[in-house]
C-alpha cells in the first residue's frame, strides 16, 4: 500500500499580490524538490484530466495531493526539508479553514487518486473523525515529527 496525502490552503490574496510572492516564488521549487525524494510517487498538477477529476471541488484553493510509499518518506520531505520553512509562513498567506484542509489515506500501488476521492476522504475526517479510511498524522504513531512541528 502507498500513502496519499491532500493538502488545501485558501491565498488570503491574489497570487499576483506580492504579500503572497515568497509563498508563489518558492512552490516549483518545493515540488520539484518533493518529486525527486525517495518514496516520491505522484503528485497532482492543476488541469490535469485525470478520471474523476473534472471539476476542482475547492474553487479558489491551491491543492496539494500526492501519493508516497510510505508515512516515513513523506513525514521526511515535510519536515526535515525546505517545505518545512515555507510550512512555518502559511499563516501569512492563508486563511484558517473551518474544516480539515489535510487528510491522508491507504492506496493501492499503481492507484492514482482523484480530486473528488480527496474530497470524500477529507469530508469523512470532517464528519467522522479519523479512522482507517481517513486521516492524520496522529493516526500513524510511529511518525513523530509533527508532534513539534504541527500539520494537521
Known amino acids: 500500500m502507498h500513502l496519499a496525502q491532500l493538502n ?30 525517495d518514496g ?13 477529476n473534472a471539476a476542482n471541488p475547492w474553487p479558489g484553493a491551491i491543492i496539494n495531493m500526492t501519493v508516497w510509499e510510505s508515512p516515513e518518506q513523506l513525514e521526511h520531505f515535510v519536515w526535515n526539508t ?3 520553512h515555507v510550512y512555518r509562513r502559511k499563516d501569512e498567506w492563508f486563511a484558517n479553514m473551518e474544516s480539515h484542509h ?20 477529507l469530508d469523512h475526517l470532517d464528519m467522522h473523525g479519523s479512522s482507517n479510511f481517513a486521516f492524520g498524522w496522529s493516526h500513524l504513531p510511529h511518525v513523530k515529527l509533527w508532534q513539534t512541528q504541527r500539520c494537521a
Do not use: C, Q, Y
Not at 516520491?40 to 474523476?52: A, I, S
Open 102 to 121: 489535510f487528510v491522508m489515506w491507504w492506496v493501492e500501488e499503481g492507484h492514482v487518486p482523484s480530486l473528488a476521492e480527496a474530497k470524500e476522504r
Open 40 to 52: 516520491f510517487v505522484w503528485r497532482w498538477v492543476d488541469g490535469e484530466m485525470t478520471t474523476g
Open 8 to 37: 488545501i490552503a485558501m491565498p488570503k490574496f491574489d497570487l499576483d499580490d506580492p504579500r503572497i510572492a515568497d509563498f508563489v516564488n518558492a512552490i516549483d521549487r518545493v515540488n520539484a524538490l518533493g518529486e525527486r525524494m
Open 82 to 84: 525546505v517545505h518545512k
